[in-house]
């Protein structure tokens, strides 16, 4: 997740504007990690929405403007357990209809790819929440197994296995052209 | 080998960016809305003095919650019979109207006396209650529970069953404490539609056992590095108890049956979770009691506190 460190540091001093921006520029990328850890879209919004609550209010307490994304995440992911528990209790399970959207007309392969989309949600829905945080940060931003580590609240070691096996996983259910 | 693994890796990796690039986004709420809310959260803070009055008058009514009991073990001639500890009292203090005997007698008069009323002959199922064992074989399903239940309700024709089961179920379903109904007429059954228990279970692990009317949902979670959910799951009954047993957490639950029930096909118990969904408890862990004596399940279920893993076992009592 890309963020403007000047707009940290100007959202740190109390400039709501900077901090507008922010939250504009950061959302998209929160909101898809909250999606695919939880698998709803309303309390994934949720779950985001009380994050961005709780950055706005410890802002003023950041001390390196670098740390805002890792900073977001972290409360992010403890915000997204909660968010599953509350689905437990309501009984429901992770919706990979909100994970996809049909691509446009135009897209070559179409079926394929609506396929292949479909078969990885279902795949990624059969995941631990805390595996696909984890695969969602090391590929799509790039993250290091340290600092999800950090990120998660775990040591990095257990990320890296963690990593591994959540592949291996991937790799069963979705099967591979270069099966061992 | 690892060049084979390295290589699928990427291909997931490149897969994920794709199914990335579909995500269904939505509109971006306004940030006034954060703002807002931040701003709420200001006003809402309670002062700090009203805290610590709050915080005295709770400690005051725990302590004397757990004295009681403490007191009445140092006189109680037999101290296995003393009453609970204080975490016992705190899980049960929702149910404490609701005992599982209560609960028990109450569900089996009810269901007994109903089916009692009717006059029409006893009539089990052809075949199954004839050739149970045959029967079993060819369906593969749990026709074992089935046959004990039809049994033990002596089941009438099934147009007199559809009106017994009628009357029994709207005022099961009202009645029943055990499903959390309504109140009764002096409002001793009543509680929320959703209480909440919590207990750490040690320095790593706490489980937090929500309580609804017809299930009780199960969180465990590992506290020791801020709160990653081991396990989570629900399981259908009402709520009779639970606590710690070594490295085990152990909960009882039970789950009436009503002729409704085996008409609809729902007497097993259900069970679920976020991966598998709901399921039926399955064969093999459900044990029937020779004889059926009170056509209700007792259910208890068995949570690893290490790994999370659980089990659940059904006896048809």
Redesign the interface.
Known sequence: MKVNNDLVVKASKGD?DA??DL??SC??DL??FA?YTI?D?EAA?DAV?DT??EL??GISKLREPSSFAPWAFRIL??RC??E??K???R????NID??????SEGSENLEE?IS??AS??LAL??LE??ERMI??LS??HGYTNREIADM???PQGTVSSKLSRT?AK??EM?G????? | MAEQKKDFEHEIDEKIRCLDSNIKMPEIPDVQSIFERAEEKKTNLVPFGKIKKYAAAAAAVVLICISVPVLGTAFSPTPEDAPETARDIKFNLFSDKVSSDDAVEYCAEEFETEAAAEEAPEKPIPESAEEPEAFIQDEGENLRVYNALINFFEVPAKEELKDASSSVSSSSASDNPATGGSESDDGSYGFDDLSLLEENLNKKRSIEISVDKDSVSVILFDVSAGEEIISAFWVEGGYESSHKDGEKYIINLIKPVSPEDILDGSYIPLAGDAINGTYEIPEEDIIISDPVEKGLFSIVVEIDIGTGEYKIYASLI
């Open positions: 709501k901090f507008s939250y504009y959302y998209n909101y898809k999606l698998g879209a919004a929405a961005f609550v706005l209010r992911s403890v357990k909660k599953i528990s689905m437990i209790k009984r429901e399970t992770y909100d994970l996809i959207e049909t691509p790819l292949e989309n990885l949600a829905s059969k929440s805390e695969v969602v590929v799509l998660i609240g775990k592949y991937l790799r979705l591979g052209e270069n099966n061992g």
